[in-house]
């Protein structure tokens, strides 16, 4: 078996004196693992970093096998190791990945969509919305997406200010009213009316994360969302 792509290193683990085993996302391959001879060396060692993009050739005798990996540089995102925010944003990402994704189960607008943050977070500047709707594409690609459009209760589309956390749907002011205190608040950030008191990427993060911990890492995956995804939020939202 054998197959060549392009693809993004997400984890890289020792194997053995010599060896390194990675984890890259491909467009046409998903998540996918695989052995690289003498990675462990100081020159191959840098090629192989979290974040950097390859060349890839991967080979195996049987399909269901590890296989291995010979890999060539396609570019480096050296701002992803420089700034301690996009670093926290390359742990999470990563992380989450290998969190939600099943291996070799190919999601290729969410790749694209991660090559497009990765490059946000290397350049700098501010991506903290880039990430927010990152998550709101992972829960989407994972079966979990949010129905924001209308009001679950009225069907109005306009004054959307709060989300069920157990449907999922917006829900008006006029919808919701004794249960208001019950939702999640919508920010302007994710299409809610209001004034968000400065509090959008935290109330968003807060969203996503509700329903990331309550259908994908309660439900499916049955474990805690990695640490990493909130040592970011932390950040994001202002704490250390």
Not at 71 to 76: D, H, N, S, T
Request: proline share 5%; net charge neutral; aromatic share 4%.
């Amino acid at each position: 078996m054998e197959w060549q792509a392009e693809g993004t290193v997400i984890t890289r683990r020792a194997h053995g004196e010599n060896a390194i085993i990675i984890e890259v996302m491909t467009v046409e391959f998903g998540r996918h693992a695989g052995l690289v001879p003498g990675g462990a060396s100081q020159k191959r060692a840098a090629l192989l970093q979290p974040g950097n993009r390859l060349s890839l050739r991967w080979r195996a005798r049987l399909d269901d096998q590890l296989g291995t990996f010979a890999a060539e540089p396609l570019r480096a995102r050296p701002g992803l190791m420089a700034d301690p925010l996009a670093l926290a944003g390359l742990n999470a990402v990563c992380a989450m990945l290998g969190f939600a994704l099943p291996e070799r189960d190919p999601h290729p607008g969410l790749t694209l969509s991660t090559e497009a943050l990765l490059d946000r977070m290397d350049a700098g500047g501010d991506w903290a919305e880039d990430y927010l709707h990152w998550e709101m594409q992972l829960l989407d690609e994972m079966g979990f997406g949010l129905d924001l459009v209308d009001c679950a209760v009225t069907g109005a589309r306009e004054g959307l200010a709060y989300v069920s956390p157990r449907s999922g749907r917006a829900v008006s002011r006029a919808g919701a009213g004794e249960w208001a205190d019950r939702l999640l608040p919508l920010p302007a950030i994710l299409g809610g009316a209001g004034d968000n008191r400065g509090r959008g990427i935290a109330e968003g993060l807060a969203i996503t994360g509700h329903f990331l911990d309550a259908r994908l890492a309660r439900e499916l995956v049955g474990k805690p969302l990695p640490a990493a995804r909130g040592r970011l939020v932390r950040r994001l939202a202002g704490g250390s």
